[in-house]
């Protein structure tokens, strides 16, 4: 990461000069490189753009407009038919299973929004969901996508095993339970298998340098070799057990932080990235590859209760997560600030101390970054896309449009 940020500020000031914090920019040189460096470590494999960590049907648009990226990967059902019907894409699979029966009657009364969404299943009792909702004889054939477990259980007993590395997601872990999952869909009628999908959080989500913690990035490193490793035979096997049931049209596998080691599996056909799209500070903490920072949103300095310190109007924007230090949003723009220890970054005001604050008056603005990378957007309306030191254009994200699917 080689940002020079003084120049950086200096073009966000006179972009927005005349506009009033607080307020969300998106520095559209960042973002475009950080799409083209995604499509390279890819090695050749297609990119599905992860809308959670986007947000912005303007800026989605954008990134699939670019060579290498197809598709969309969506969190919610409603939000993927609204993606769809607002043309932002033909192709968008559900991450995460839906119980939403109103959703679902939705896409079972239009074939043309069936053919374009596929749902995430992992149990068949998201099947009975459906069929209990629309059953199979008053809907068109609906695209299923089967989510495989890629955590890592080095000591076995199941998900409560005593040891588990990775999220907590899919109850499908082994090939024979994707096998035994793909019979069960291939049987059922009015459902069409479609694509398998297997989300390694523990190396795609999981920074293996954090800063100033040497000995936990080693441990990391470690775990990460040894699970990307166990999964490459399990994740093979599993397709494997699945197309002698399906005919898949894709394997999605990966996540920014797992480009290059996911493009390297053969199992694998298109990998999903979004995060690195706008470079938030969870991703500093990574070796391989790091994201230009390229969304921002600023506060006004409105105190300065003491030499060393001052503060700002809100900026309590918090990342989901663990409860820790590394969810806060990090001061940016000058640099030479910090958050105060005891009070961290607050709903109306954060104060910020260091070299940085006595060069600061009231009226003047703070750039911060979000620790990840969508939810910056869950608190504006809009987004002001900069070119050099000038607003190119503002579009309205997720909220702005009315829309709050989670």
């Known amino acids: 990461m080689t940002t020079d940020r003084y120049a950086l500020r200096t073009r966000l000031d006179r972009a927005t000069g005349h506009l009033d914090p607080p307020l969300a920019a998106v520095d559209l040189t960042g973002l475009d490189a950080n799409a083209d460096a995604l499509v390279a470590r890819s090695a050749g494999k297609t990119v599905r753009v992860a809308s959670k ?66 749902l995430m299943v992992d149990s068949p009792d998201q099947l009975d969901l459906v069929d209990a909702t629309v059953g199979p004889d008053r809907r068109p054939e ?6 495989l477990d890629a955590s890592w259980r080095p000591l076995r007993g199941g998900p409560g095993g005593r040891l588990h590395v990775g999220v907590r997601r899919s109850p499908v872990h082994s090939a024979a339970d994707a096998g035994a999952l793909a019979a069960t869909i291939a049987a059922r009628r009015g459902f069409r298998l479609v694509g398998v999908m297997s989300y390694e959080a523990q190396i795609a989500g999981m920074g293996d340098a954090p800063p100033g913690r040497a000995a936990r990035g080693t441990l990391i490193r470690a775990l990460q070799r040894r699970s990307y490793r166990e999964l ?5 096997a599993a397709v494997a057990a699945v197309r002698e049931h399906a005919d898949l049209e894709f394997v999605n596998g990966g996540g920014t932080g797992s480009m290059a080691l996911t493009a390297a599996d053969p199992a694998v056909t298109e990998i999903t990235a979004g995060s690195g799209l706008y470079g938030p500070t969870l991703f500093d903490g990574y070796r391989a590859w790091r994201p230009t920072p390229s969304a921002f949103f600023a506060m006004s300095v409105v105190r300065r209760p003491t030499r060393g310190v001052v503060t700002v109007l809100g900026g309590g924007w918090i990342a989901s997560g663990p409860a820790e230090p590394g969810r806060l949003p990090s001061p940016w723009l000058p640099a030479g600030l910090r958050l105060v220890g005891t009070e961290g970054a607050g709903e109306v005001q954060t104060p910020l101390a260091g070299p940085a604050a006595d060069g600061l008056s009231v009226g003047d603005r703070v750039w911060f970054r979000h620790a990840k990378a969508g939810e910056l957007v869950e608190h ?8 050099g030191d000038r607003i190119v ?12 699917f989670l």
């Not at 504006?380 to 070119?387: A, D, F, G, I, K």
């Open 53 to 118: 960590s986007v947000r912005c049907r303007a800026l989605l648009s954008r990134v699939l407009a670019r060579p290498g990226w197809l598709g969309v990967l969506a969190y919610t059902l409603p939000e993927a038919s609204w993606l769809v019907r607002t043309g932002v894409s033909r192709d968008v699979v559900v991450a995460y299973p839906t119980a939403d029966r109103a959703a679902l009657a939705e896409l079972a009364a239009d074939p043309e929004l069936a053919a374009a969404v596929t």
């Open 142 to 147: 609906l695209r299923l996508c089967l989510d």
């Open 232 to 236: 490459l035979g399990r994740r093979a």
């Open 380 to 387: 504006v309306n809009e987004l002001h896309l900069v070119e």
């Open 393 to 404: 254009d503002t579009v309205p994200t997720y909220r702005g449009e009315g829309q709050a």
